[in-house]
């Protein structure tokens, strides 16, 4: 099988599998045929190699990595029983030099680029899963856990997570942080999102072995190596947009057991900074999440109209009687019930929930723009990348 490794000859592999506590890796990709370059190396000092894939994340790497290595302690010393590696996916703003502050600073924190990708039709990688497999291959953990570079980890989460999943016999663990926004429209559309995902991904059936349907967030992934290779790794679902719940589709079909939970203890996240990046993100996503967008468009447009035309139909149409006229404000207070306990299952906070319903609109737009773009138009656009979809 074709893989991308970052080796040049022979001498070259013997010096990258020695153990530097920080360092700065530069890998070229080379493209070989051999049937053992994507089994893991067979050396296993560490208990855990935290992965950060990071691409013009300049605004939120440093608060990211002063999380992680701030855990280091004794009895779980950086460096020493666990390691950090930073992965520069081709970045153009000073990502790669504030990974390499902290490596300079910290044993234990390395900085890898990753190899060059290739978006042609003959590429077999989305820029997150190359820098993903890129680190996995080279990572020396019994566990690894990726992380995004937008993420702020809560004091202990790495140490806690390893023992939840040995807990549960988890051989992937994922946790869906706390989400953090600002704007009106971050306020009122992430909402709507998270709570149609908890309705669609409900995790006592992702969790219960018995049900083929199966969940992840790429913002926190624990996964035992041994288990992460035995089922392709990144190098398996290359080219999905949504890898995150590819991969423990991987694992729920090969019966290993993943656990998947809102975990607001453990860390926290700004997946956007600005509305314009909102749309992108959510139009690369959301024809993939949700099984029937447009259905699930359909649906909101009712609420709105519910919402706002049953008080106006009641009050404004001055021919009904009493009892008519109480009958559909009854009918509006169901429709606010409904609307408002399934908007809440996004554990937002109240003042985002309240305002969701103005936020309908700006939904439905993108269901509607990621169908388009996944099903007809068969590309999205990342982080000034196109990336082709196969839906």
């Given at each position: 099988m074709l893989t991308s490794i970052a080796t040049?000859?022979?001498?070259?592999?013997?010096?990258?599998?020695?153990?530097?506590?920080?360092?700065?890796?530069?890998?070229?990709?080379?493209?070989?045929?051999?049937p053992?370059?994507?089994?893991?190396?067979?050396?296993?000092?560490?208990e855990l190699s935290v992965i950060v894939p990071a691409r013009n994340e300049e605004a939120s790497l440093a608060a990211c990595v002063a999380s992680i290595v701030s855990q280091s302690e004794t009895g779980f010393e950086l460096g020493r029983h666990w390691e950090l590696i930073v992965v520069n996916d081709d970045s153009r703003d000073r990502t790669r030099a504030i990974a390499e502050e902290f490596a300079?600073?910290?044993?234990?924190?390395?900085?890898?680029?990753?190899?060059?990708?290739?978006?042609?039709?003959?590429?077999?990688?989305?820029?997150?899963?190359?820098?993903c497999w890129t680190a996995a291959q080279a990572a020396r953990g019994k566990w690894l856990l990726f992380t995004d570079a937008d993420t702020v980890h809560d004091p202990n989460d790495l140490s806690r997570s390893m023992r939840e999943a040995e807990r549960h016999h988890a051989l992937l663990?994922?946790?869906?942080?706390?989400?953090?926004?600002?704007?009106?429209?971050?306020?009122?559309?992430?909402?709507l999102v998270y709570s149609e995902l908890a309705s669609v991904y409900q995790m006592k059936q992702v969790n219960d072995p018995e049900y083929r349907i199966a969940a992840a967030n790429g913002q926190f992934l624990l996964v035992e190596k041994e288990a992460y290779f035995d089922v392709g790794g990144h190098r398996a679902v290359g080219n999905e947009v949504l890898e995150d719940v590819a991969l423990a589709q991987n694992f729920k079909?090969?019966?290993?057991?993943?656990?998947?939970?809102?975990?607001?203890?453990?860390?926290?996240?700004?997946?956007?900074r600005t509305t314009a990046a909102m749309i992108e993100g959510w139009t690369k996503n959301l024809a993939v999440l949700f099984p029937r967008p447009i259905y699930l468009a359909a649906w909101r447009v009712l609420d709105l109209l519910l919402y706002f035309g049953l008080p106006a139909l009641a009050l404004g149409t001055p021919w009904l009687?009493?009892?008519?006229?109480?009958?559909?404000?009854?009918?509006?207070?169901?429709?606010?019930?409904?609307f408002y306990a399934r908007v809440a299952r996004s554990n937002f906070p109240a003042t985002d929930v309240a305002i969701s319903v103005l936020?309908?609109?700006?939904?439905?737009?993108?269901?509607?723009?990621?169908?388009?773009?996944?099903?007809?138009?068969?590309?999205?656009?990342?982080?000034?990348?196109?990336?082709?979809?196969?839906r």
């Open positions: 040049s000859n022979q001498q070259h592999q013997h010096q990258t599998s020695e153990y530097c506590p920080h360092r700065t890796l530069h890998l070229p990709i080379i493209r070989v045929v051999t053992d370059a994507e089994q893991p190396s067979e050396q296993a000092e560490l300079s600073r910290n044993v234990g924190v390395i900085v890898f680029d990753a190899p060059l990708l290739d978006l042609s039709s003959r590429g077999g990688f989305t820029g997150k899963n190359n820098a663990l994922s946790y869906s942080p706390r989400q953090l926004v600002s704007g009106f429209w971050q306020r009122a559309v992430m909402p079909r090969n019966r290993k057991t993943i656990r998947f939970r809102y975990a607001p203890e453990a860390l926290s996240t700004r997946m956007y009687v009493g009892w008519q006229r109480a009958a559909l404000l009854l009918l509006w207070a169901r429709t606010l019930w409904r936020g309908i609109p700006l939904f439905v737009y993108l269901l509607i723009r990621s169908t388009i773009h996944h099903r007809f138009r068969h590309s999205v656009e990342w982080k000034g990348r196109s990336y082709r979809t196969g």
